[in-house]
């Protein structure tokens, strides 16, 4: 059920309660690990992934078969709940900078 907009407080995104399987993707070849999506927005997630380490950047199936996958960095972490934000693919291509830090290192300089 999705939270009412006066209920997000600084947040931007409506986050959506889902309480479903999902899967941390640690590495391109890496066996994926089981966790459970507790919320979700256009944005990010959180995410129940008991005691397991969680890299800074991963990959996130949100279905069993893979068919809707996401990359994220790690926001932050409470015990055992981690919150993701899904990174764009303009972000991976480098063509912009992520949320917060300064874009002008992801521009080129002008040619003379």
Not at 3 to 22: E, I, N, S, T, W
Not at 64 to 72: I, L, Q, Y
Not at 89 to 102: D, F, I, M, Q
Request: aromatic share 6%.
């Amino acid at each position: 059920m999705a939270r009412d907009r006066k209920d997000l407080g600084a947040r931007k995104f409506v986050r959506v309660d889902l309480h479903k399987q999902g899967f941390l993707i640690p590495a391109p070849d890496a066996p994926w690990i089981q966790c459970y999506i507790l919320d979700i927005s256009d944005n990010g997630a959180c995410l129940d992934v008991g005691d397991l380490a969680v890299p800074k950047m991963f990959g996130l199936s949100l279905t069993a078969g893979g068919e809707v996958r996401r990359v994220c960095t790690l926001i932050w972490r409470r015990g055992e709940l981690v919150g993701v934000r899904f990174v764009s693919a303009r972000e991976l291509r480098g063509e912009v900078a992520p949320p917060g830090e300064s874009d002008t290192a992801s521009r080129k300089a002008p040619a003379n």
